[in-house]
């Protein structure tokens, strides 16, 4: 090195590398936690995975499915039409899925109807394919989720916060 340059040592250069290394090791274990195990976002996952797989069934196997909420026991349960009454018990008993315990559906909303807020709902999925227009909003805390149920999309869109059905765009105040 000339005279009059400054430059680092090769002592410095490796402290520093140890402690950016230490940093990423404290906080990479913190990110994927909150990434993983959040609970908002696990029953969001859930649920759309479910519903996903509810219209790959409906259109695969012929038969118009439904996607069963329980607002009071904050759980959900795919039912097909021809399903007997004894096989729709059944279903409901074996094969639910329980939100987390945080989390909880605050309400559906569905094209012409008001928000429903307590006891079962129902979301049909046509044989064709198409589903019938709804929101479903989960809240945790004071945090809310939206998913969008569209007729002809075959991907739910998840919004980060309170969206109305008819209004798409706009956050709950």
Known sequence: MRPGQAGYTLVELIVVVVLIGMMFMLAVPAVRDTLLNDSLKQATRRLTGATAELRADAMREHADTFLRISLDENRFWIETADMTAEKRAEVRQKESHTLPE???????????????????????FSKQGYAQPAAIHLVKDDRYVTLMIEPFLSKIRTYDRYVDLDEKTSPRS
């Open 102 to 124: 945080d989390v909880r559906i605050a309400d559906i909303q569905r094209i012409g109807e008001k928000k429903q807020t307590d006891g079962e709902a129902e979301i049909r």
